[in-house]
T-cell receptor, first 109, second 111 residues
Framework: EDKVVQSPLSLVVHEGDTVTLNCSYE??????LLWYKQEKKAPTFLFML????IEKKSGRLSSILDKKELFSILNITATQTGDSAVYLCAVGAGNMLTFGGGTRLMVKP | DAGVTQSPTHLIKTRGQQVTLRCSPK?????VSWYQQALGQGPQFIFQ???????QRGNFPDRFSGHQFPNYSSELNVNALLLGDSALYLCASRMGVSEQYFGPGTRLTVT
């Protein structure tokens, strides 16, 4: 059975801190790994990773995939209160996404 | 460009009843997937529709069924509702093998 595990479960930091969120997976027929941010309802797309070792970057957020060790990290630098959310990691295999349980990030002023 | 839209926003049903949720995909997208997200958990894949056919199904009972229309919009039907069906139901769309974009969800409460 496909499995995606995220850590930590929750995290509290102060504005300006840097955070690293982890995602490990065990899936057959791996296609891609995706990161989403979920604030209230709709998860919003952040990154899709398909190749090992290539960092994807968008502003203060960046992510990288290691297909040999089966994990990915999401980094957020200079955190802001608007970064407070649940961050979801999902692995695409076949036609479906398998999600981890999410990491709840709270950024305090 | 409208993103993925879902209706209704929320609804309350009684055990044993049936419910239909609706989804319109993002413009240009032809594939629709449905997910169930229980409180405090990640979304779980229910099924995916492409070219009006169910292409893949997750580990959900036959009480969960769906449909895709020629304009790519989709419905999720749940029969014989159980208390455990209370959740946020998310629809996601994509074109080809691109990333999936999610709608705002329908919050279903079963009493």
């Amino acid at each position: 059975e496909d499995k995606v595990v995220q850590s930590p479960l929750s995290l509290v930091v102060h504005e300006g801190d840097t955070v690293t969120l982890n995602c490990s997976y065990e899936v057959t027929n791996f296609r891609s790994l995706l990161w989403y941010k979920q604030e209230k309802k709709a998860p919003t797309f952040l990154f899709m990773l398909t190749s090992s070792g290539i960092e994807k970057k968008s502003g203060r957020l960046s992510s990288i995939l290691d297909k040999k060790e089966l994990f990915s990290i999401l980094n957020i630098t200079a955190t802001q209160t608007g970064d407070s959310a649940v961050y979801l990691c999902a692995v695409g295999a076949g036609n479906m996404l398998t999600f981890g349980g999410g990491t709840r990030l709270m950024v305090k002023p | 460009d409208a993103g993925v839209t879902q209706s209704p926003t929320h609804l309350i049903k009684t055990r044993g009843q049936q419910v239909t949720l609706r989804c319109s995909p993002k413009s240009g997208h032809d594939t629709v997937s449905w997910y169930q997200q229980a409180l405090g958990q990640g979304p779980q894949f229910i099924f995916q529709y492409y070219e009006e056919e169910e292409r893949q199904r997750g580990n959900f009972p036959d009480r969960f069924s769906g449909h895709q229309f020629p304009n790519y919009s989709s419905e999720l039907n749940v029969n014989a509702l159980l208390l455990g069906d209370s959740a946020l139901y998310l629809c996601a769309s994509r074109m080809g093998v691109s990333e999936q974009y999610f709608g705002p969800g329908t919050r279903l409460t079963v009493t």
